[in-house]
């Protein structure tokens, strides 16, 4: 057993992981701990497998490890979380309770938020974690889009509470759509999501589409993007390269084919510098006869964001976006 590199013990039934049972597995790298109901594990797991570098369990399990037990693994170079993505297929990101559009005059805004005549889109969102508080976004004529925060008082009157600092660049062929989940920052604070997307065209017969996720917070009386991340990406190859195309010897079964990976984001129980840990988990599918990594369907690493002072930031997140510069 001391000599033992890989040990799965999924699916066995387990309910509780005592301090010391793993003890003496001096030469363990790898543990699979997925499919179980263990609530959490004991302390001493990082003393006692000093050897391990990636961890297999699932997303609840993991947002419930304390500090005492994240650090240790998280500062060990080269270790890895592996969480199966919770979804059974990748797609892209639907609200699963959309708030409707509260009933705001137009004009009202127009007058709160100091918006020109010819003004494009404006979308109003309730945000439940933050009463009588609306998200406003406004798409202006240079295609950007402002974002705000108001406040309707006690008289039913409107307020600005807070903007962003700089519009945020949607490009030509754009999409965005409000993400209302609870993005949970401190005990009592409490962020929200933008999501933007883009599809397009690319060389050679592929289509790529991409969906980022920002995530912002109220701070005085500005909104601070808090996170910037992908989340979703798509290509899809329609046939082989133009120089390819009239080749005999060319199977365009291996050239058409669709791959999607996909993320979600989870609260941790872990805090760095009192904000809590970001655990961002991914998966990815493929048509194609050799798969992209991780398998049809399979586990990507996880990937952990922490609080530097003023947003998160995870240094092992390389996935940059195709289609949005930096605002």
């Not at 033992?4 to 790298?29: D, I």
């Not at 990082?46 to 699932?58: D, V």
């Not at 925060?149 to 006690?154: D, N, P, T």
């Not at 941790?268 to 988990?281: E, G, L, M």
Request: some cysteine.
């Amino acid at each position: 057993m001391k000599q033992l590199r890989e040990l799965s013990l999924a699916q066995m039934g387990l309910t509780l992981l005592r301090r010391g049972e793993l003890s003496g597995l001096a030469s363990l790298e790898k543990l699979d701990l997925t499919g179980n109901r263990i609530k959490t594990l004991p302390e001493s797991l990082p003393s006692e497998l000093g050897s391990l570098k990636s961890l297999r369990l699932e997303l609840t399990l993991f947002a419930q490890l304390p500090d005492s037990l994240l650090n240790p693994l998280l500062e060990r170079p080269g270790f890895t979380w592996e969480i199966p993505y919770p979804a059974q297929t990748c797609g892209r990101y639907e609200p699963t309770a959309r708030e409707d559009a509260p009933s705001l005059s137009t004009s009202d805004l127009e007058r709160v938020l100091h918006l020109s005549p010819d003004h494009g889109q404006v979308e109003v969102r309730a945000w439940k974690a933050r009463k009588n508080v609306y998200l406003v976004s406004v798409v202006i004529d240079t295609g950007e889009l402002e974002l705000f925060a108001v406040s309707m008082g006690v008289d039913d009157r409107l307020s600005l509470l807070a903007r962003a600092e700089h519009p945020i660049t949607l490009g030509d062929e754009y999409g965005y759509k409000f993400d209302l989940a609870p993005y949970r920052l401190t005990g009592n604070e409490i962020g929200f999501g933008l999501r933007r997307s883009r599809g397009e065209p690319v060389l050679n017969n592929q289509t790529a589409e991409e969906e980022e996720l920002q995530v912002f917070r109220i701070h005085g009386s500005k909104l601070e993007r808090v996170l910037k991340t992908v989340v979703y990406r798509q290509y899809t190859r329609e046939g082989p390269p133009p120089g390819f195309a009239n080749d005999n010897d060319v199977n365009l079964e291996d050239w058409q084919w669709e791959e999607r990976s996909c993320s979600v984001l989870a609260v941790a129980r872990s805090k760095t510098n009192d904000v809590f840990n970001w655990v961002k988990v991914s998966s990815a599918e493929s048509s194609q006869k050799g798969a992209v990594q991780g398998g049809n369907g399979g586990p990507l690493p996880a990937v952990v964001f922490r609080w530097n002072g003023e947003r998160y930031e995870a240094k092992d997140d390389k996935e940059k976006s195709c289609f949005f510069g930096e605002d």
